[in-house]
């Protein structure tokens, strides 16, 4: 016998299901007077710094249906690359931007629309600039553990080409699952969970 | 770098414990139908987590109501409450080093005690209750411990087979520290004999990790004459200490 480790495991996930909105986005769902406003739901406002993008994201299934009722999480850095977090010890982040929003897929067309601000470069941890991205976190009814990925921007062609994450994609032909395609202030991002265009989704 | 005002908490940057994926239910669990074709099916990309995973956002109390963490009350009409089975749930969430983790928003949402969720694409038979929304919310404290009050959710037929009845059961949202301690779970209740026969439960391999997800009965908190309650701790994935570490960039 030896000694115990003595850790406990992570509670098992277990799928959001198809009502997610009533616990997370309740006004959204028609239940009002709970909440003054769904948490999430407004990311920038006048003073936020930096350059004010849209994301037009779409979640689809094995048969290339958009999802409507999934639920989009985004986490990013202000437009200096700083998190407002308290794990960022480099800086204080824009006071005007906590860098967390939260969108449901619309009920009709699958689309999810964030305001947000483009987030600047953080460093990897050997110190190399990551390129600017987004975070993801995506919950639905048939999903058992929350999907984690990255957006990145097709503007940065430079950045993403040096970028350590994308890097480490063996095979070269689905990096594209991971860029979204400017069009304009807004990028559009499609999220295939199956399929020859399935995104690269992260165990990170 | 923000953190909660008056904390002396120094904050953590350490990496995350790997995820064990053997632990969750797969993405394809074909009993669960809607599983099948939303489960990615090729290889994840894993890496340690750089600071994009480890930092996360915060909640501050600014954020809640008096009623966010009553659900008999946070929907009725003044001076009434919601139908069924008065129950109190708490816990702590800690983290895989058994550690509390305070100042974490936990987000829970249910069908009323009749099986009923509020929410258009649910048309079980069973009444909508007027005085019950069905969801809710709370921070955790300083040990990381929560609790709020409800009503105990019925269980509900679900089209998935012919016959399958999801047990009782309250959904819940947790936020960690780091951004990919984010989880969603569900907490079922001790003695429900339909948690053995769901598909979704089913999805999990362990018996110990269901287990997990099952809420005792906990008399020592209950309120005499008034409810009953119900003992649920939710684990986020633990984190190395930073000691050791390669400092990231700028530190």
Redesign the interface.
Same mark, same amino acid.
């Given at each position: 016998m030896a000694q115990s480790l003595d850790r406990l495991k992570e509670s098992p996930s277990q799928t959001a299901g198809p009502y997610v909105h009533i616990g997370l986005t309740p006004n959204f769902c028609g239940i009002g007077g709970v909440y003054a406003t769904d948490l999430g739901a407004t990311m920038v406002n006048d003073k936020t710094k930096g350059e004010r993008i849209k994301l037009h994201i779409r979640v689809l299934d094995g048969t290339g249906t958009p999802l409507r009722d999934a639920l989009v999480e985004i986490w990013q850095a202000d437009a200096d690359g700083l998190y407002n977090s308290p794990a960022e010890l480099r800086g204080a982040a824009d006071p005007n931007f906590q860098g967390w929003g939260r969108c449901p897929t619309d009920m009709d067309t699958g689309l999810c629309t964030f305001e947000t601000v483009k987030p600047g470069r953080v460093p990897f941890r050997d110190g190399r600039p990551m390129a600017p991205h987004i975070t993801l976190w995506i919950v639905a009814r048939g999903i058992n553990l929350g999907l984690h990925t990255r957006l990145y921007f097709s503007d940065e062609e430079k950045a993403n080409a040096e970028d350590p994450i994308l890097a480490r994609i063996e095979h070269r032909v689905r990096v594209p699952t991971l860029i979204a395609e400017r069009q304009g202030d807004t990028y559009v991002f499609d999220v295939h969970l199956q399929g020859e265009k399935e995104t690269v989704f992260f165990d990170s | 770098?923000?953190?909660?005002p008056g904390s002396n908490?120094k904050?953590?940057?350490g990496a995350f414990f790997q &995820?064990?994926?053997t632990?969750?239910?797969?993405?394809l669990?074909p009993g669960?139908?809607?599983?099948?074709? +939303?489960?990615?099916?090729?290889a994840?990309?894993?890496?340690?987590?750089?600071?994009?995973?480890?930092?996360?956002?915060?909640?501050g109390h600014a954020?809640l109501?008096e009623?966010?963490n009553d659900l008999i009350h946070?929907?009725a009409k003044p001076g009434e409450s919601a139908i069924g089975e008065r129950i109190i749930v708490h816990g702590r969430v800690?983290?895989?080093?058994?550690v509390g983790v305070p100042g974490v928003l936990i987000?829970?949402?249910q069908a009323n005690a009749g099986g009923r969720? &509020?929410?258009?694409?649910?048309g079980y038979l069973a009444p909508l209750d007027p005085n019950f929304?069905?969801?809710? +919310?709370t921070i955790t404290g300083e040990d990381g411990g929560y609790t709020f009050r409800t009503v105990k959710p019925g269980p509900y037929p679900w089209p998935n087979g012919p016959n399958d009845w999801r047990p009782a059961h309250i959904?819940f949202?947790v936020f960690g520290?780091?951004?990919?301690q984010?989880?969603?779970?569900?907490m079922y209740f001790e003695g429900d004999p339909l948690i053995w026969k769901c598909p979704?439960?089913r999805?999990?391999a362990d018996k110990?990790?269901?287990e997990?997800?099952t809420a005792l009965l906990d008399t020592q908190a209950t309120i005499p004459m008034d409810a009953l309650a119900y003992k649920f701790d939710?684990?986020?994935?633990?984190r190395r200490s930073s000691l050791f570490e390669?400092r990231?960039?700028?530190?």
């Open positions: - | 770098m923000s953190s909660d908490r904050p953590e940057t &995820r064990d994926r632990w969750h239910p797969p993405a669990t669960y139908k809607s599983s099948v074709l +939303r489960s990615p099916q090729k994840l990309l894993s890496f340690d987590n750089t600071l994009s995973e480890i930092s996360g956002p915060v909640f954020i109501g009623l966010d946070n929907f800690l983290d895989e080093r058994g987000e829970f949402w969720y &509020r929410h258009k694409k649910d929304g069905g969801c809710g +919310r959904h949202s520290h780091g951004f990919a984010r989880l969603i779970t569900q979704i439960v999805g999990i110990a990790a269901i997990a997800l939710i684990v986020l994935r633990g390669n990231l960039e700028g530190n």
